[in-house]
Each structure stands twice: as C-alpha cells, then as structure tokens.
C-alpha cells in the first residue's frame, strides 16, 4: 500500500474507532506521521533541480543538452557489455559536534554499500520479485575512496572540517565553500564529491545534475543516513540514501516521474520506450511493502516496482537498478562524465624514498624593486624519508650563480622555507633559476624557476661574494691571484675577458676552499679586465685592473695564503 492510498483509508476508518481504542492508534500515529515526514525530505533533488532550472540559464541550458544527447541513445547491449568504470570519491565530513564526526569505518561501510548495489551482488537483490529477476544485473560502475589529492600527493579520500554551522540549508553555498565552514569541492572532473553533514529538516539528502556550478558538482548526504553502522539511524542505515543520490548524479529520475502521483509522468521518456524497463508508478513509495503492490498507474501484477533504488521505499526494502537506468548512468559516464573514466585519483600515488622538491619561489616574484635580492623558494619533502641538507643552487639567466646548503630536520610531508643568501641584480626583466644540487630519486620537481623585473631606479647594495682577487689594481707584477670564500670545491671555467668583452684566457681548474690561485697575465696589455669562475655550484664574475711597468716581476707562480678578504 502506498503512503496515499494507506492515508485515505486510515483516515475514513478512523469514524468507526471506540474511544478506548484511539489512544494506541494515536500513538501509533505520532509514530507513523513522525516516519512520514522524515521520510518526506528523503531526497530534494527534484526540488533543487527545479530551483537551478528557475533561476540558471546555464544550468538548463547545460543539463537539458546532456539529457538530451541520453535520450538519442538506446544501444541498451553496448552499454551493458562496458568495461567496468572506477569513479574515485572523496567524502567531506563537515561536523560541528563530535557525534558528526563519523568515523573511517562508517565511511567505508558506505563505499561497500555502493559496491554491492551497482553490482547487483547485494543481498537484498536475491529478494527480487521473480517478474523482474532477469532485470538484476551488473552495471559494472564501481566506487573507491581517493588515494591521491588534486595535487597528486597521497590522500585517504576523506576531508575532515570543524565547522561551526549547527545545520547546513538545502540551497546553502556554504557546504561546498571551507570559507564559509563548508569545505570545497575537488575537481569534478576526476573525483566523486559526497558532503555528509547535518542537513536542516532532517533531509535525508539529495544530489546536483550534471551542469551544476563546478563548486557544487556531487552529492550532499545527513550524516544519520550515511553508510550501514555507526551514526545512520534506521530505517535508514543501509546506505541506500547515497545509492538513491548518485543515481541521480548520474541523471536519473525518480521511479515515478515527479509528476505529482498521477500517471503521466515517466522516469524514461517517451523518446526511449525501447529501454523503458520499469512500470509506470504514480508516487513514492514509503517503508517497506509486500509484492504485488499495486496502484492506478500500475492495477495489475506484477505492479509497482517498489524495491528500485530510485522509489522511496525504506533502505532495507531497497533492491536494485534495471538495465535502463544502468543504460542511462553509463551514457551519462560516457558523456558529461567522461573524464571519470581515466581519472587516477584512486590510484596510490608512487612513492619514493628520496625526493626533495622546490614547490615554489617565495622571492623574487614579478616585480623586485631591490637590485640586492634575497632569494626565497619553499621545500617540501615528497618522500618517504626524512631530509636533513639540502643544498640550492640558484643563478641569474645571464649568469650569476650562488649555492647555500639548507641544514635541518624535514619529515616526510613536511614543507619549509629557505632563505637564500643575496644575489645582485640588473635593472629590467631578468629570470632567476633554482635547483636541487643532490641527486634524488624524483628529478622533475628539483627545478622551478621565476620572471620578474627590476626597477631602474633601485641601487645595489649586496656585499661580499664567493671570490677575491688580489692585488686589484694588479701593477708590480705580470699575474694575479683569486681565491674562493665559498665553502665547496668547484671544478671550475675561469675565463677573462677585456673590457670588450672578448675571452683573452680560458682554463679549466679545480678551486678549493681559501686555496690561492695564481692568473698569468704575462702577455696581457695594460686595461681594464673581468675575471669569471663558472662551474656547476656557483659563478662569479669580478673586475681588475692591470697596469704592468717595465720593472714588473713576472708571476706569481704561487699566491701566498692569505687571510681571506685582506689583500
Ligand atoms: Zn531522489
């Protein structure tokens, strides 16, 4: 008997009752009037479907388009004999008392109840009238929490958000917003989104269409509906609720039409009567019922379908989806939905022990107005190991190049930032490069690199380098001394050139820490010359000044240790 037809008749018979006996149907009234309007928000759907179709043209315009390309499909048999579809779901619990907080376990129980009803390996499809039993099978869609973020990195597939909303509004942007105490939606294009919360009125829950805003796009579920144990009350505690919603998400309509209980409304529509497999029905159907059920859509048996997963009927007494609306799920995963299909986001991602990454440049971004700049980039540790150096090279386009090696503590997952020491700049546009000195077993994160431009009217003001030369002006003798304060060995280029900029002297030498190196510049004439070490750690350029005389010694064969930086 349908919620109507019982309504009608408990209310004519009610004429008939002796005092004595009314209390106990009172209270079995209560009961049954308290069920009936829980279970009257069981999905909104409709309701927010019909709101977006008011008040979005893009939304109409969007969902009317998918439907129809649906509708122009009817190859019932090729959608069947599909491959299986993994869709990855990333479940967002937003939870304002701790009882909201549903655990990893009930979360699962639901992945396993969505499982077990697309493939049609549940227990309740053996209860199956036998009429419709040959309509039983496999639609090869299946379900897997996320194993990775929207950024790759390793994800349980669960967000969890403290909110201080008590109860979250049916059309309220702030369930897909963590702004506004909701939490935001992954890329639709690869996940599944399921927001669990405290719906208002009780709400059961109820699902966005294909063509929703993209912060939107998935399916909201009360958390005393979700999943089989833990927080789901029943009748609503076999998951059914979510199974219901992402029907729809997958376009399809309730069982009996939304037509308000009369027979003219159908969930397929005229256009496809060839996959039209379920009987025409005029509403919801409520709590559980005894087959045939019948009613003024449906006189004669077999009747209603009433254990289809997309009628009302309490989640127990839930059974299955036809071949139909398998039909129309998969052409919807063949269409709008299509990315699902090669999404990896229920695949682990690979992880390696050794992999440090320059995520990003902190300084210089886009305009740097000092001309002595002081590089920043954040580190993150991708691997599975903890990293305790990491040395960063980072030069200037044109050439300049410093190394600092970072010492500390960073656990796996865990992200810093590193301040490297000042690099001088020109003014204009200039492209500043870092990199990851070590070897690690992840290359295409060690590199990043940033644009940014630099004001003419700033000054330089950076001191020190990594290299001396000595004596500067260079007039006694026919050679020169350099030697580097930085703290690493460097098989290096040391080039000079004029003050044309042409190379009058190249040689190719090993430069070790506060070693003094000795420059020949026997057959250089008198001027003004640069002095450059390149190598893979650092390169530096640096000017000086030779005026030989005719007594000038020759030389020097060795340069004299030193204290650094006093010539
Ligand atoms: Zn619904």
Known sequence: MTQASFLRTFVSSMYFIPISKLRIILIFSSCFISHFLFAQNRCLTHEVHQRKMAENALYTKTFTQENNR???HDDLTAALVDTTITIPVVVHVLYNTTDQNISDEEIQSQIDVLNEDFAANNASSLDVPVDW??????????????QRDPIGNKSS???????????????????????????????RASYLNIWVCLLEGNALGFANFPG???????????????????TAVSPYNFGRTCTHEIGHWLILSHIWGDDNSDCTGRDFPITQQTIDDTPNQAGPTFRCQRFPELDDCSPTSPGIMYMNFMDYTDDKCMMFYTPGQIFRMRTTLNGIRDSLKISNGHVLPNFYNHDVAIDSVMNPVRIAVQRCLDPRVRIQN?????????????NLKEGLKKSYKWSGTLIPGASTDVSLPNIGVNPGSQIMEFRIAETDDVGVNNYISSGFKVNNSSTSNCIGGNLIAYPNPVTSQQGICIKSQHPESQLSWVRVFNALGQLVSEKRMMINPGDGIPINLLHFTGGVYFLNVDGDIYSESIRFVYFPSDNSSAGPETCRRRRLGIE
């Open 157 to 187: 597939g669960i967000v969890r958000v403290q909110t201080v909303v008590q109860e979250f509004q049916i059309f309220d942007p702030a369930i897909y917003s963590t702004s506004l105490g909701g939490s935001n939606a992954w890329p």
């Open 382 to 394: 991708h691997g599975n190991d903890t990293i305790y150096e990491v040395s960063i090279i980072y």
């Open 133 to 146: 039993i040959g309509l039983v099978k496999d639609s090869k869609i299946r379900f897997k929490l996320a």
């Open 212 to 230: 929703s805003n993209v912060s939107q796009d998935g399916v909201v579920i009360n958390y005393k509906a979700f999943g089989r144990n833990g």
């Open 70 to 72: 649906i509708l122009s």
